[in-house]
């Protein structure tokens, strides 16, 4: 239900336009004045506000100028009954979707009103795609330490090439990032990059997910479906932890990789396939290959070019830059300001253990923001951050750093424990 604000400094005009607007099942409220109707429009932003010109207080060309700076996507209706020309021409140009005179035809009205709303809708879903597109635009790897430096270098070599790249890293270090850079930068930046989680989907379902099936090739399958490999024909596919897929799963990719073909599951007919293949993983494949878990043959067509990604605690030079990269991104995504981060909060975030990665300190510098007050303190990130578990987890790496191994560590703790318990049976 589409809500209203009626802006109109008499009580008949209000209540007359009420009675029509709730007759045609608007939720409807009211102002009868333009100081009135900005603290209205604060409160509960309507979707189409019907703003009289001349009034007490604040008039309506001064409150329209106000809405367009708190809320210039809300399309506003100027209506009067001193209108002429210049004042309608005026109010268009600063921002009013229409304007017209009293007394009011109410079919006009109502047509008006229902564009308005069209507008409205329109420019909120624009805003929304622009929103969803910017996420999903290629961001810059942000840094400047020699790891990323060395990513860097290897993409501006790689990216314009077909090579096929393994990227390995931990969770959360931004493997798809540097999946996204190799695409952006290749011939083929202007074919679709399609991703796929190999971790994400069942074993029974990977084989329909990459090569896709015919209709009746299984119980669900209730039309035909086209799988990774051909939705990303002519461009790039970014197969995430590959490391966890099937090994029958494996057998169909390498030959896919082989021979530039594919066959649906269910199908007979083989199809041909252009792809560049960026693969990720965060384990360590040749200990999967020794293990029995992954094709060494596989690993080989996959592995041309590898490209380590660290961890964020092996390149604690950058989260500065990258405490200052979320807070602008953030913001904007919020769309508030940035705030201040002081350098004892920026020190304090260095100290922590970032088993997350980048991710985690995305998801703490959200927090940040949202908990802080005009700026983030080093008292911020003690009461916002450390009672998680970063702090648990800071402990346990100062002990793990006095040690080599965990068994070295285990075997510590086993001698704190026995020492201590002959010191109760001695007391």
Not at 139 to 160: F, H, L, M, N, Y
Not at 196 to 205: D, F, Q, R, W
Not at 319 to 344: A, C
Not at 353 to 375: A, K, P, Q, Y
């Amino acid at each position: 239900m589409a809500h209203i604000l009626i802006v109109d400094d008499e009580a008949g005009i209000r209540r007359a336009l009420r009675d029509v607007l709730e007759f045609e099942k608007y939720s409807v409220d009211e102002a009868g004045d333009g100081l009135e109707g900005l603290v209205k429009i604060k409160q509960k932003k309507p979707d189409a506000v019907l703003l009289d010109v001349k009034m007490p207080k604040m008039d309506g060309m001064e409150a329209l100028d106000r809405i367009q700076e708190i809320s210039p996507e809300t399309p506003v209706v100027m209506i009067s009954g001193h209108g002429t020309v210049e004042t309608a021409v005026e109010a268009v140009k600063k921002g009013a979707f229409d304007f017209i005179v009293k007394p009011l035809d109410l079919n006009r009205l109502l047509i008006t009103i229902r564009n308005a709303l069209d507008k409205g809708h329109l420019m909120a879903e624009t805003s929304f795609l622009k929103k969803q597109v910017a996420k999903f635009q290629v961001q810059e790897i942000v840094g400047a330490s020699e790891p990323i430096s060395r990513i860097k270098d290897t993409i501006e070599k790689v990216g314009p090439t077909d090579a096929r790249v393994l990227i390995t890293g931990p969770n959360g270090s931004g493997k798809e990032l540097i999946a996204r850079q190799l695409h952006k930068c290749s011939s083929r930046a202007g074919s679709p990059m399609i991703e796929v989680n190999c971790a994400a989907i069942p074993s029974e379902l990977i084989e329909s997910e990459l090569f896709g099936h015919e209709k009746g090739a299984f119980t669900s399958a209730v039309k035909q479906r086209l799988g990774k490999f051909e939705q990303a024909h002519g461009g790039t596919l970014f197969m995430d932890e590959i490391g966890d897929m099937s090994l029958s799963a494996q057998a169909k990719v390498l030959r896919a990789l082989q021979e530039k073909k594919i066959t649906r599951v269910g199908g007979e007919k083989d199809i041909e396939v252009d792809v560049r293949i960026i693969a990720a993983t965060n384990k360590d494949l040749r200990a999967e290959i020794d293990a029995g878990r992954f094709r060494e043959d596989l690993y080989h067509r996959l592995a041309v070019i590898i490209i380590p990604n660290p961890s964020l605690n092996d390149r604690r030079e950058d989260i500065p830059t990258l405490i200052d990269h979320f807070n602008r991104l953030i913001s904007d995504e919020y769309g508030i300001s940035t705030k201040p981060v002081s350098p004892e909060a920026v020190a304090a975030l260095k100290e922590l253990n970032w088993t997350g990665n980048i991710r985690e300190l995305r998801n703490v510098v959200e927090r940040l923001i949202i908990l802080s007050g005009e700026s983030i303190e080093a008292a911020d990130v003690r009461d916002f951050v450390l009672p998680s578990s970063a702090g648990a987890r800071e402990t346990l790496s100062s002990l793990l750093a006095r040690f080599d191994d965990l068994q070295a560590l285990q075997a510590h703790i086993e001698q704190a424990f026995h020492n201590a318990r002959n010191t109760a049976l001695q007391d």
